[in-house]
């Protein structure tokens, strides 16, 4: 069975939380008696456990007391040689010592507690003082080899105290010394397995933080393994899960690897200082698409690309025939006046022309640097909800992150929301203005009402461009400054306004729109196939995991 694992490992290790999986197989082999062969030779189990009967009639009543709580339901079959305790059975355990300032009397001694014990080890760098009575050590000091449990906090949380020195622990820690010189460190891979399937909930009690009683602890049942068995499989489990540890480093490595090459050859389009050199650099990329593109962040990392080429003008070429965004700038500011003439648009303050040190690249020679407030009109009418129940209604937690699109089609009934709301209508922008949402924005194709938390954007450009400016680098870059400025909650309205933007001429927009619009629908057909490679490379695995523990 082991030759099944190692023989399948890249399948295992690359499947969706593949590593995590591994462990959780190992474990569960390990405890099934078939992650190393039985021994004939071995002496069986049922003769250990005569002999910890044996060693157990000498003891204090109190002592044998755990041995006679039930033993719950067993999950499998066993090896012939192997067979099924209660923990009871095969450990003396209690819990320790209760912190009480007002009885404390004694001298005082470093204990621990569930914050000093994870699985399969200790964090001793806070260990606490309590005091001790002579009486107390005896049963609430732990020795080297004795199994610690968590009674509380993650209860069933264990690890093995592998010191020379004692420790003491208190209360909320059970102690498990074992009869019959069973392996602690196989009970422990145990404890890890009843956590990795869940069944370690079965003994827990308690909603939020849970607790172990001594009596449910007592009632687990153990399969045991011939004691030269546990030895056997305690050393196959260490040296898979240090291959886990390595396997886990390595994908590490790579991934990281992988997305900072992936960075510096997107970042060579949008840094390329001319037509010839950004032909080079897209050469680069395409020569290797197909081993560059294949995670979701990779794939993610490309459309924010592609999003920057489309509002830095590479993407799609320029047209000399079209009408340039100068003149297109002129004829917004004319059509503002006139709104504002017929009271349909309130006066806004001027806005500072763009100034040669604010502009983040060089433009096409027919685009311009624009105010946001120059090309865009923020709207925001506040309502009572009530009055609009079956309005459709936008909040930050219903748009998805970078993406424009929205998550949630609720109501305002639906919503339950009670303050005061925005009211905003088809085809304008709705943007989130509140942190850490401030990558949130959508293109409404309703009449709606919004969170007074968003910005109802009026937009004298093409919407669907602006759309993929507030999207893109340039837009978030200046969000991220205006935020370290002002130290505020919320993007206020004077900083939007000012925030500068590239603009094409209006054919342009349109074209870019779509060429967009094609290459995201191209990156989501790539996302969809690597989600199917990986669904079938999960099939696969879990297939071979049924196989290995039938």
């Given at each position: 069975?082991?030759?099944?694992?190692?023989?399948?490992?890249?399948?295992?290790?690359?499947?969706?939380?593949?590593?995590?999986?591994?462990?959780?197989?190992?474990?569960?082999?390990?405890?099934?008696?078939?992650?190393?062969?039985?021994?004939?030779?071995?002496?069986?189990?049922?003769?250990?456990?005569?002999?910890?009967?044996?060693?157990?009639?000498?003891?204090?009543?109190?002592?044998?007391?755990?041995?006679?709580?039930?033993?719950?339901?067993?999950a499998f079959e066993l090896p012939e040689s192997w067979c099924w305790a209660s923990f009871g059975d095969i450990a003396q355990h209690n819990s320790g010592k209760t912190l009480d300032k007002g009885k404390n009397s004694g001298v005082p001694r470093n204990y621990i507690t569930t914050s000093n014990l994870y699985w399969g080890r200790f964090d001793l760098a806070s260990v606490r003082q309590m005091l001790f009575e002579e009486k107390d050590l005896a049963r609430c000091t732990a020795i080297k080899n004795d199994l610690l449990i968590c009674e509380g906090g993650e209860a069933g949380r264990a690890a093995v105290w592998d010191q020379e020195s004692e420790i003491c622990f208190q209360n909320h820690v059970h102690r498990a010394?074992?009869?019959?010189?069973?392996?602690?460190?196989?009970?422990?891979?145990?404890?890890?397995?009843?956590?990795?399937?869940?069944?370690?909930?079965?003994?827990?009690?308690?909603?939020?933080?849970?607790?172990?009683?001594?009596?449910?602890?007592?009632?687990?049942?153990?399969?045991?393994?011939?004691?030269?068995?546990?030895?056997?499989?305690?050393?196959?489990?260490?040296?898979?899960?240090?291959?886990?540890?390595?396997?886990?480093?390595?994908?590490?490595?790579?991934?990281?690897?992988?997305?900072?090459?992936?960075?510096?050859?997107?970042?060579?389009?949008?840094?390329?200082?001319?037509?010839?050199?950004?032909?080079?650099?897209?050469?680069?990329?395409?020569?290797h698409f197909h081993t560059l593109f294949t995670t979701e962040s990779s794939i993610d990392a490309l459309k924010q690309t592609l999003l920057q080429l489309a509002v830095m003008g590479k993407l799609v070429p320029q047209d000399p025939s079209d009408e340039p965004a100068n003149e297109l700038l002129k004829k917004i500011t004319e059509e503002k006046a006139r709104l504002v003439t017929e009271g349909e648009l309130k006066k806004q303050k001027p806005l500072e022309e763009v100034r040669d040190d604010e502009a983040l690249f060089e433009l096409p020679s027919n685009w311009a640097w624009a105010r946001f407030g120059n090309v865009c009109a923020i709207k925001g009418e506040l309502v009572r909800p009530e009055d609009f129940p079956s309005l459709r209604q936008v909040a930050p937690d219903c748009i998805e992150k970078g993406t424009g699109r929205l998550t949630d089609n609720r109501t305002v009934k639906d919503s339950g929301v009670k303050g005061p709301n925005s009211r905003f209508f088809s085809g304008q922008i709705v943007y989130s203005k509140i942190r850490p949402s401030l990558s949130k924005a959508v293109l409404v194709d309703f009449d709606g009402l919004c969170s007074a938390d968003m910005y109802p954007i009026d937009a004298f450009i093409n919407p669907e461009f602006l759309l993929k400016e507030i999207l893109s680098e340039v837009f978030l870059e200046q969000v991220r400054v205006a935020e370290n400025r002002i130290k505020m909650p919320k993007l206020n309205q004077e900083s939007l306004t000012g925030f500068v933007l590239p603009i094409p001429p209006l054919p342009e927009q349109h074209r870019i729109v779509a060429k967009v619009d094609q290459l995201m629908a191209l990156c989501d057909q790539l996302k969809t196939r690597l989600t199917q490679a990986r669904q079938l490379n999960e099939q696969l695995a879990t297939a071979l995991v049924e196989q290995a523990v039938a």
């Open positions: 069975m082991t030759a099944l694992l190692t023989d399948n490992l890249p399948l295992l290790a690359g499947a969706p939380n593949g590593i995590k999986k591994l462990r959780e197989l190992i474990l569960e082999l390990a405890v099934r008696g078939k992650l190393v062969p039985q021994n004939p030779n071995d002496e069986p189990a049922s003769e250990l456990l005569k002999r910890i009967a044996a060693e157990k009639k000498g003891l204090s009543p109190k002592v044998k007391k755990s041995s006679d709580t039930p033993m719950g339901a067993v010394r074992f009869f019959g010189e069973i392996n602690p460190y196989y009970a422990q891979r145990y404890f890890e397995r009843l956590n990795y399937s869940g069944e370690i909930a079965e003994y827990r009690k308690g909603v939020g933080i849970s607790n172990m009683s001594s009596k449910a602890l007592a009632s687990i049942p153990m399969p045991v393994p011939p004691l030269a068995e546990q030895h056997r499989i305690v050393a196959k489990v260490d040296e898979l899960m240090a291959l886990c540890d390595r396997l886990e480093a390595q994908q590490a490595d790579a991934e990281s690897a992988h997305a900072q090459l992936v960075q510096a050859l997107l970042g060579s389009l949008t840094q390329a200082t001319d037509a010839e050199d950004f032909a080079a650099s897209w050469q680069r990329l395409a020569e």
